[in-house]
Nanobody
Framework: QVQLVESGGGLVQAGGSLRLSCAAS????????MGWFRQAPGKEREFVAG????????YYADSVKGRFTISRDNAKNTVYLQMNSLKPEDTAVYYC??????????????????????WGQGTQVTVSS
């Protein structure tokens, strides 16, 4: 089992920034690919960003490319999502997720929520206009 706890959400004005953190515990963090997903009210959960075990490969949804950055610190068992130039349409509950790195070799694996075995409880991000 891997336990994931997100933090860093909140209310921010459009154009502002937030950094989300996801702390992992339970198993060797560096064995896992990590992803960030989000779900807005009345919408399906969608992929935001993914990162390989080493941080050497990163993937982004087109809607956040150039504004969001995913990173990880394996020594701290933590993955981050730096969100800049936030827009009202970024408002959602943000979830981090983990899956064994062996499952992931191409972009599609990272964007597919069903490839992830473990999920956090989510953190709310609200962007006001």
């Amino acid at each position: 089992q891997v336990q994931l706890v997100e933090s860093g959400g909140g209310l921010v004005q459009a154009g502002g920034s937030l950094r989300l953190s996801c702390a992992a515990s339970g198993r060797t963090f560096s064995n896992y690919a990590m992803g960030w997903f989000r779900q807005a009210p009345g919408k399906e959960r969608e992929f935001v960003a993914g990162i390989s075990w080493s941080g050497g490969s990163t993937y982004y949804a087109d809607s956040v490319k150039g504004r969001f950055t995913i990173s990880r610190d394996n020594a701290k068992n933590t993955v981050y999502l730096q969100m800049n130039s936030l827009k009202p349409e970024d408002t959602a509950v943000y979830y981090c997720a983990a899956g064994p790195q062996a499952y992931y070799s191409v972009r599609y694996h990272y964007t597919n929520q069903y490839k992830y075995d473990f999920w956090g409880q989510g953190t709310q991000v609200t962007v006001s206009s």
